[in-house]
């Protein structure tokens, strides 16, 4: 399937700055370094945020998780 791009700036700018704020960067394997340049999109019916790593600059994509959503499937 297909990535489908998402306007990640219609979130609210607490939860555009929580998730920028809130990542985990698999090469300097540390969280919460912040993330430059987001984008936004969905795959296979996923969501997803990838940008760049704000201390070594690689891209770093995390999973966006409705917890509401989720909490009503179980």
Known sequence: MARMMR??????????????ESTWCGTCRLHDL???????????GRVFVQGRCRICGQTTMAEIVDQRKSAERH
């Open 7 to 20: 306007d990640f700036y219609q979130r609210a700018s607490s939860e555009r700055s929580w998730m920028i």
């Open 34 to 44: 912040g993330l430059e340049n987001p984008v936004e999109f969905e795959e296979e």
